[in-house]
Structures are given as structure tokens and as C-alpha cells.
């Protein structure tokens, strides 16, 4: 992490309830020790409810909410997972729109776990080479993607993860794609 300087970039977690709370807190603390930005987004105000797995865990502050930013604002997206954070997050049209924008404005996104699911409903893993949580597959093959099993995977400024255990390879390149800035392919 530290070889990548994310200093003077505003990176934007999208969460909700029921978010993987480490899959929150860890890319969290190394893209802000790398000097970012972080913010959370998400569709409520007040704080989100973290998990751990089936129990829960902390509450989080929410920074602003989704209706009220856009991804312009932003240099970069996290999705992180839970079952229960992106199933919310994609029966909310305003955080798939923000998840749409990110790919239509060529920025690095990262989804690890359950989050490659608002990559589904916003349309943007046809021709793409991912990874996820194995039960979010079928949902990634039928909407074109090519699934790999594999810890970290990168397809032009996208960076998929499988599970917690894939934190660190998932936040070392996810700091690389921040730091790298805008990638031409990648697009809605």
C-alpha cells in the first residue's frame, strides 16, 4: 500500500445494513493510510449496520447518501459485500445509477464478496473478466461476464475479490487502480 499515494483522492464506499463489516473497515483504513479520501454513501442517513457474516457487528457513520452525490465527486468506487448490503443496494435505483456512472466516467471500481451483484444490475460486466463470492457466479455469467476463481482478478480499472481472506491482494490492487486514475476501457 504505502508505494501507492492516493493522496488528493476522494474514494466513495457505496453500503447499506447487512455490509461484510470487514470488507468495509479494511479497505477503509488502507486506501485512507494511503492517503485518500474515504467517504461512505448510502441510500438511509444516520449509520449502517455491519456484520460479521450472521451476527452483528459496529455501526458506521454515513457521510451522505446516494440520492445526494454523484460519481463525479468521487475517484474511485468500493463495493464491499455482505448477502444482505448490495441485495438492498441494487433495489435502489439511485445507487445503480451511481454504480453506472463510475464505469461510464472510465474510474476504477472494486467489489469483493457479494458486491459484484450491483455490478449485475448495473449492466456493466458484459466482456468482463471477474471474480466473487462462488454463489453470486451464475448471476456474473448470465449477465456476460467470464467468472475466474482466483483471490484477486483486474479487468482494465475493475478489481473483484472473492471473500475476507482476499483482503489484502483486493486493497493492494485497489490502491493501484485508484492511483492510476481514469482507464479508457474501462466503460458501461
Do not use: Y
Given at each position: 500500500?504505502?508505494t501507492?499515494?492516493?493522496?488528493g483522492?476522494t474514494?466513495?464506499?457505496?453500503?447499506?445494513?447487512?455490509?461484510e463489516?470487514?470488507?468495509l473497515?479494511e479497505?477503509w483504513?488502507?486506501?485512507?493510510?494511503?492517503?485518500?479520501e474515504?467517504?461512505?454513501?448510502?441510500?438511509?442517513?444516520?449509520?449502517?449496520?455491519g456484520v460479521h457474516?450472521?451476527?452483528?457487528g459496529d455501526?458506521?457513520?454515513?457521510?451522505s447518501?446516494?440520492?445526494?452525490?454523484?460519481a463525479?465527486?468521487f475517484d474511485?468506487l468500493v463495493?464491499p459485500?455482505g448477502?444482505?448490503n448490495?441485495?438492498?443496494?441494487?433495489?435502489?435505483?439511485?445507487?445503480?445509477?451511481?454504480?453506472r456512472?463510475?464505469?461510464?466516467?472510465s474510474?476504477?471500481?472494486?467489489?469483493?464478496?457479494?458486491g459484484?451483484?450491483?455490478?449485475v444490475?448495473?449492466g456493466?460486466?458484459?466482456?468482463?473478466?471477474?471474480t466473487s463470492?462462488?454463489?453470486?457466479?451464475?448471476?456474473l455469467e448470465?449477465a456476460?461476464a467470464e467468472?475466474v476463481?482466483?483471490e484477486?482478478?483486474?479487468?482494465n480499472?475493475?478489481?473483484?475479490?472473492?471473500k475476507?481472506?482476499?483482503?489484502p491482494?483486493f486493497?493492494?490492487?485497489?490502491?493501484?487502480?485508484?492511483?492510476e486514475?481514469r482507464h479508457?476501457?474501462q466503460?458501461?
Amino acid at each position: 500500500m504505502a508505494t501507492h499515494d492516493l493522496k488528493g483522492k476522494t474514494i466513495a464506499f457505496l453500503a447499506t445494513d447487512g455490509v461484510e463489516q470487514v470488507e468495509l473497515t479494511e479497505p477503509w483504513e488502507k486506501l485512507k493510510g494511503a492517503g485518500a479520501e474515504v467517504r461512505l454513501v448510502s441510500i438511509k442517513t444516520g449509520e449502517i449496520q455491519g456484520v460479521h457474516h450472521d451476527e452483528k457487528g459496529d455501526t458506521f457513520p454515513v457521510d451522505s447518501t446516494v440520492g445526494d452525490v454523484k460519481a463525479d465527486e468521487f475517484d474511485g468506487l468500493v463495493l464491499p459485500g455482505g448477502v444482505f448490503n448490495p441485495d438492498s443496494l441494487r433495489m435502489d435505483e439511485n445507487a445503480v445509477k451511481f454504480v453506472r456512472n463510475f464505469f461510464e466516467q472510465s474510474k476504477p471500481v472494486a467489489a469483493i464478496c457479494h458486491g459484484p451483484w450491483m455490478l449485475v444490475e448495473a449492466g456493466v460486466v458484459d466482456g468482463r473478466r471477474v471474480t466473487s463470492w462462488p454463489s453470486v457466479r451464475t448471476d456474473l455469467e448470465n449477465a456476460g461476464a467470464e467468472w475466474v476463481d482466483e483471490e484477486c482478478v483486474c479487468d482494465n480499472g475493475l478489481v473483484t475479490s472473492r471473500k475476507p481472506d482476499d483482503l489484502p491482494a483486493f486493497c493492494a490492487k485497489a490502491a493501484e487502480e485508484f492511483a492510476e486514475g481514469r482507464h479508457a476501457r474501462q466503460t458501461a
